[in-house]
């Protein structure tokens, strides 16, 4: 089967080596539907953080996102584009007590508002951008909804992302010049959604290979990453979110199955794509953290009809 627009020729660059690149990280934040302006600022901030290690176990992305949202906020109204916000304004933005939230929180809130991004509880789903900005500045990480199902104690607030990435930019910022901004250029990474359709989809933990399923138990037939989303889609055409289920993940598996770049739009065709859960390293090579993928790592001697029914098991074939 033929991609979109790519070839299917895969790529020399693994798909693990480029798991926590820049322009995969981008793609996490350029939604289908986003603002000229948030487009804009995005890669603006891409390009003040072009020479930032984009490396595995690092917090990068947690940057790029907060310093897109400060360009945003300063540039929304159209007075100014964020190539034209000086360094030094973004620094001294940043700059403040360490030990405390953010202070342009409510500033970012405000801009959010101000364009129609911010949440409406009558609305079944928030604004991606909202989204963006709710994960970034969020002291409960998920683990506020968790804890409230299971009827325990709610967690403590902690840190969230942004005051670390915050800390960060103010000492990456320090030694940042106007001129050297002006010379770099960001990826060049469009808005918008990839799509991969497949034969098979399924989601891979170190101890479970399960077909991704609509709420219906029908098997997923499509998968879509759009900025902060990731949804899957069955043949009857049942179109919802998984927990299991990440953009970020799905991306690196898509650019594992088909040899496309994590950060690529379109739609794609795999006739078997293992998506790692979202709880797992998104660099993770499903044949290697998956019990029943992997090779033993010690022969067993005389059972290799139960090895190979357990690989047909794996395989569907039974």
């Given at each position: 089967m033929?991609d979109e627009?790519m ?5 020399a660059e693994?798909?693990?080596q480029?798991?926590y690149d820049l322009?995969l ?5 350029l ?14 901030a891409?390009r003040?953080?072009?020479?930032r ?10 940057e790029?996102?907060?310093?897109a949202?400060?360009l945003?906020?300063r540039?929304y109204?159209g007075e100014?584009q964020?190539?034209d916000v000086p360094t030094a304004e973004l620094?001294d ?9 953010p202070?342009?929180?409510?500033e970012?809130e405000?801009a959010?508002?101000a364009t129609g991004?911010?949440y ?8 991606p951008?909202w989204?963006i900005f709710n994960?970034?500045?969020s002291?409960y990480g998920g ?8 009827d325990i104690e709610?967690?403590a ?5 942004m005051?670390g990435?915050?800390?960060r930019?103010?000492?990456l910022?320090t030694?940042?010049?106007d001129?050297e ?6 990826p ?8 991969i359709?497949?034969d098979r989809?399924r989601?891979?933990?170190?101890n479970s290979?399960?077909?991704?399923c ?7 037939r499509?998968v879509?990453?759009d ?10 055409g ?13 991306r ?5 199955a088909?040899g496309v770049?994590?950060?690529s739009q379109?739609v794609h065709?795999?006739q078997?794509l293992?998506i790692v ?5 998104r ?13 033993p790592e010690?022969p067993?001697?005389?059972r290799d009809?139960?090895?190979?029914q357990v690989?047909r098991k794996?395989d569907?074939a039974?």
């Open positions: 033929q627009g070839s299917d020729v895969p790529t693994p798909a693990a480029s798991a322009d990280e981008m793609s996490l934040l939604f289908s539907s986003a603002p000229d302006r948030w487009v804009t600022a995005v890669h603006e891409a003040i953080l072009i020479n290690p984009w490396v595995r176990g690092g917090r990068a992305g947690d790029l996102c907060t310093l949202l400060l945003f906020a540039t109204t100014r964020p190539h620094h933005a940043l700059a403040g007590p360490a030990d405390r939230e202070q342009i929180i409510d970012i405000l959010l508002n991004q911010s409406d509880p009558t609305s079944l789903y928030a604004p951008l989204r994960t970034i500045r002291q683990r506020l909804g968790s804890s409230l199902a299971d709610p967690p607030p902690s840190p969230s992302p005051r990435a915050v800390q930019l103010t000492e910022l030694g940042c010049s001129q901004r002006r010379q770099a250029t960001a060049e990474v469009q808005a918008g959604s990839l799509t359709e497949a989809i989601i891979v933990t170190a290979l399960v077909r991704l609509c709420p219906d138990d029908h098997p997923a499509v879509r990453a900025g902060p989303s990731a949804i899957r889609e069955c043949a009857q049942h179109v919802s979110e998984h927990w299991q289920l990440d953009p970020a993940h799905l690196v598996a898509a650019a594992r088909t770049r994590p950060s379109g065709q795999a078997d293992m859960a979202a709880d797992m390293p660099h993770s090579d499903p044949n290697e953290i998956n019990a029943f993928l992997r090779q010690y067993i001697v005389g009809d139960i090895i190979e690989r794996v569907g039974d």
